[in-house]
Structures are given as C-alpha cells and as structure tokens.
C-alpha cells in the first residue's frame, strides 16, 4: 500500500469518527433543530449532563445526612425506659407537713433522687447537680419538680428534710416516706439502700447508708421515662427535660 492510499483511508476513518460525534451532538440539541455545536457548547451540553445525573443525588444525600443529624440532636442523652411505664407510687410527708403523692405532679416533668441528709457525698453533689439544671429553666420552672426522698425515716424528720432541701432550693420537695411503705418504693424504682453501721452496736444511730445514687425523670403523663447518675452533666440533662417539657402532658 502507498503513502497515498494510506492517507487516504486515514482521512476517511477521521471523517467517520467525527460524522458519529456530530451525530451524537446534533442528537442532544432540542426541538428538533440540528445544529453542530460549538466546542464551548459541547462542554455546556456535557456539564448540564453531568449535573443532571450526579446533582440530584448528591443533593438527596446531604438531605439525609441533615436530617439524620437533626434526629441524633432530639435524643436523650439518658437512659430510656422502653416502653416508658407508669411511675410507681411514692407517698409520704413533705417537708412542710403536708401530704404528699407523686401522682399530683402530673402535668411537670418531675426528676426524682433518694437519698438522706446524714450523706456526706452523694446527695449534696445530686442536688446541687438539680439545682443547676432547675436555675437553668428559669421559664419552666413552674412545670419542673424535684423530688428528694428520704432512705433514712429514722433521721429525717420533715422538720430535718426542711432544713436540708430549702438549702438547695426551696422549691424542692423532700420527702418522709415510712419505715413500713419505704421497702416497696425502693424495690419499685430498684432503689439499693442499706445502713451501715460506724459501731459494733446495730441500735445506734450514728451510721450511714449505702445507696444507689441515681436521678428518676417522670414525664408529664407520670411515666417513668429516663434514669441517669446523679454525676451526669447538668447540661445534658437540661437538654433532656426540655425535650420532655415539649411533650404533650
């Protein structure tokens, strides 16, 4: 074959090639009006192509992913009862003297933590722990309560519950649940309280008691709805009783 022939057949095979694409070309052109695009176009076309196949996804994913993200925010950061159920019964003296039933506080959402006065560690941090998120709520404070029970109705007297729980606010509630009704309250909310004794004598008063130190949140239907330890961030369990404050009641 001559250097004739061969440019020959090298300039029909360029012409093949470019006669497909203008064909391609023309064939994305609108209305029926064929016309050979320019290369500046031709780009044009390919990016309107490219967008119109990648675009919309990308955009349905970052939708997703904004969503998701909305959705971890409005978690609890406590624990959950699920199913939620309904508060088991806590009813005693308050420490003004008057009667007193956790079911009355429906309508708030109520954080409940057992302790005693005598604690040397424990309460004092709970409570002052529940006064940060209460003073934090300055708005819905009328639909908070913070309820103190007392695993000690040996020592703390209403009278004694008065002193110690007005020292952290006196909004608060502290409670004197009965030597006989208190036992079925601890095992209703599994409450761990036990005296230990400082002496060798079991009838002396001079003790303490070990307990478990968690915080009891109560929904606004009087649901037990979330447990957490009484070291948890103030913020985080603000966080979690406005979530429930937004709830219907």
Request: a negative charge; proline letters at 5%; one cysteine or more.
């Amino acid at each position: 074959m001559n250097k004739q022939l061969q440019i020959n057949l090298w300039q029909i095979h360029l012409w093949g090639i470019n006669r497909r694409r203008l064909r391609t070309v023309q064939h994305e052109c609108r209305d029926g009006n064929f016309r050979t695009l320019s290369p500046a176009e031709s780009l044009h076309e390919s990016s309107l192509g490219f967008a119109r196949r990648f675009v919309g996804p990308v955009l349905a994913l970052l939708l997703i992913a904004i969503l998701s993200a909305g959705c971890r925010s409005e978690s609890f950061n406590a624990t959950e009862y699920d199913p939620p159920r309904e508060a088991p019964a806590i009813n005693g003296i308050n420490k003004d003297g008057s009667e007193f039933s956790i079911a009355d506080l429906k309508g708030k959402v109520t954080l409940v933590f057992f302790g005693y006065t005598f604690c040397p560690d424990i309460c004092p941090l709970a409570l002052a722990n529940m006064m940060q998120v209460y003073q934090a709520l300055p708005d819905d404070q009328e639909n908070i309560a913070v309820v103190f029970v007392s695993v000690d109705p040996e020592r703390d007297t209403p009278e004694r519950l008065a002193e110690y729980v007005t020292a952290f606010n006196p909004d608060f509630y502290g409670v004197h649940v009965s030597e006989a009704d208190l036992p079925a309250v601890k095992q209703a909310y599994g409450v761990y309280a036990e005296k230990n004794y400082l002496t060798d004598e079991e009838s002396s008063i001079d003790y303490l008691i070990d307990h478990t130190g968690w915080v009891y949140i109560i929904d606004k239907q009087g649901r037990l709805r979330l447990t957490l330890s009484h070291t948890a961030p103030s913020d985080e369990i603000v966080h979690d009783v406005t979530l429930l404050l937004k709830e219907r009641g």
